[in-house]
């Protein structure tokens, strides 16, 4: 028996024009500019999935970043607090040097008559008398400021306490009381 040729070709195309018809414009559109937009999305994916490593090491920075702020924040909050303390202290003194010209008075007087290491604790300024807790590193510093007060024409003047060696281990803790005559601080003014 002879060999015979069984091969066919198969063509699902139509051959007669294909390009006029919806369906072949359309073919002929995603075998040309088809293929370019989705090598042209592939690439916008690629870049995407490249920038991620960039951004999540950027990300880890910023949020390493910031845990050292935090830190130095926190480790500034005390300093803050005590800056607000002062202040509002600050402000308490000057409100009352505004308000009472005695206080400002007597103030400029200790201010005066005080030796450089004495250190006031607490002033307590009544209309006609003062009380002094202050500390101070020497004896002879207390008695120059007792001294002082004496010629700054302070009267009764009384020492009601002395603790020594008992604040924070060295000096003097003591609390001095005085009256004063409120005629002489106006004037001394």
């Keep these: 028996m002879p060999a015979q040729n ?32 989705v090598i042209f999305t592939e690439l916008i994916v690629l ?21 050292q702020k935090q830190a130095i924040v926190e480790s500034a909050s005390d300093l803050e607090t005590q800056a607000r303390l002062i202040q509002g202290r600050l402000s308490a003194v000057k409100t009352i040097l505004s308000q009472d010209t005695r206080a400002k008075g007597i103030l400029m ?22 009380t002094v807790t202050a500390v101070t590193a020497s004896e002879a510093s207390l008695g120059v ?5 004496n010629t700054a024409k302070f009267t009764d003047i009384s020492l009601d306490s002395v603790d020594k060696n008992k604040y ?7 609390t001095v009381s005085a009256k004063y005559s409120p005629d002489f601080i106006l004037k001394g003014t």
Excluded: C, M
């Design 145 to 149: 400021f007792l001294s002082n007060l």
């Design 109 to 130: 007087i200790l201010a005066q008559i005080t030796p450089t290491d004495i250190v006031y604790d607490n002033l307590n300024i009544t209309n006609q008398s003062i």
């Design 6 to 37: 069984n091969s066919f070709s198969l063509n699902l195309l139509p051959t007669d024009n294909i390009e006029k018809t919806p369906a072949g414009k359309f073919l002929k559109w995603a075998l040309s500019v088809g293929r370019y937009i």
């Design 168 to 174: 924070k281990g060295a000096g003097i803790r003591f």
């Design 47 to 67: 870049a995407a999935f490249f920038s991620r490593f960039y951004f999540d090491r950027k990300l880890s920075d910023l949020h390493e970043t910031i845990a």
